[in-house]
């Protein structure tokens, strides 16, 4: 995948081969001419054939990056690059089965990944794409581990949250909003959902308090808007 980087080296193996071949065929006392003819014949033959191999690894990158997958099997950065390609196709699938199909490889891929070389990137890569999966607890640990390495990003936190959310582990959830609240108080999702975990642990008051904060920077979102309204009702204001 990095011929690019190898045409200097290339140049001096071509030149070691010419000497090789030159000392060879040399014992056979040929004309310079012909041994020159020889020479060059040869290495244009292996060249070519060689070429002609390579080509087929580069009829695309999925191509390119499954071949070379299978010569770097450590190489954290090819399984990512193919990864990358799953996901893309992830995101323009029409049909929900192969969409699957595709998120699941990426996700193979980019746990293979970290396991080879742990970057944060990766795992706030498989916790969303275990979002997209429904895969809740897989969403829980590996963006629980990013959030250990990278632990200031606000949305993380709030993704984390509706993971807890979802699996009904409530007061870890509310863990979670609270974090990503004190890290970017005016992002109006993390403020509802926030006020939605107050108002479903009967908090009413903070669940309230969290709504009229935000409305005051976001006055026309309709789903905060309409959660205030129920909260004055139930609180008698």
């Known amino acids: 995948m990095a011929e690019r980087l190898l045409f200097m080296p290339s140049l001096g193996f071509v ?5 090789g071949l030159s000392k060879l065929f040399g014992k056979l006392k040929l004309p310079a001419e012909k041994l020159s ?25 999925e191509v390119l990056f499954s071949t070379d997958l299978k010569h770097l099997t450590d190489n954290a950065k090819v399984h990512h690059n193919l990864a ?48 997209e999966l429904g895969k809740w607890e897989g969403v829980k640990k590996s963006m629980g581990r990013y959030l250990e390495m990278n632990p200031n990003d606000a949305t993380a936190w709030m993704q984390l949250g509706i993971a807890y959310g979802i699996s009904q582990e409530m007061p870890a959830a509310l863990s979670a909003f609270e974090k990503a609240y004190a890290i970017n108080p005016k992002d109006a999702d993390i403020c509802l959902n926030l006020a939605k975990t107050y108002a479903m642990l009967n908090r009413l008051t903070d669940s309230k308090n969290i709504c009229d ?20 009702q139930s609180l008698g204001l």
């Open 15 to 19: 030149l070691l081969f010419i000497y």
């Open 84 to 131: 990358n390609i799953y996901k893309a196709k992830a995101e323009k699938a029409t049909n929900q089965a192969q969409k699957v199909t595709f998120y699941e490889s990426a996700a193979r891929l980019i746990e293979q990944a970290s396991s080879i070389y742990e970057v944060q990137e990766f795992h706030h890569e498989l916790g969303l794409i275990y979002g």
């Open 213 to 232: 904060g935000c409305l005051q920077i976001a006055p026309e979102n309709q789903e905060l808007l309409q959660l205030n309204a129920q909260l004055a």
């Open 37 to 61: 003819l020889l020479s060059i014949s040869v290495l244009v033959a292996l060249a070519s054939l060689t070429t002609m191999t390579r080509n087929k690894a580069w009829a695309s990158d």
